[in-house]
């Protein structure tokens, strides 16, 4: 089975920044951890993608967050981060990460709650 642990949400100020961390484990290697992201979803409201990143590095951003938030990843460690600067009110929403993982499937975390207080 495969785990995903988030960590680092929270309730910031608008203008302020985050950072969201999210460690994949369990019976996997590495290797085949195609593409690890971050997806959002408000209550009533279908889950959208916040951004992506492939093993080696290509990164896919949603337009409402390109510029403000960056996406990064620690093969070594099977772990995702996600900077988010410049915050705004409309990024309130509860965070899942996703590990694509070659022949089995995508995997989800539990989620992690982020609120900015305008």
């Known amino acids: 089975q495969v785990q995903l642990v988030e960590n680092g949400g929270g309730l910031v100020q608008a203008g302020g920044s985050l950072r969201l961390s999210c460690a994949a484990s369990g019976r996997i290697f590495s290797i085949n951890i195609k593409s690890m992201g971050w997806y959002r979803q408000a209550p009533g409201k279908q889950r959208e993608l916040v951004a992506t990143i492939t093993r080696g590095g290509n990164t896919n951003y949603a337009d409402s967050v390109k510029g403000r938030f960056t996406i990064s990843r620690d093969n070594a460690k099977n772990t995702v981060y996600l900077q988010m600067n410049s915050l705004k009110a409309e990024d309130t929403d509860v965070y899942y990460c996703?590990?694509?993982?070659?022949?089995?499937?995508?995997?989800w975390g539990q989620g992690t709650q982020v609120t900015v207080s305008s």
């Open positions: 996703n590990a694509a993982i070659s022949n089995r499937g995508d995997f």
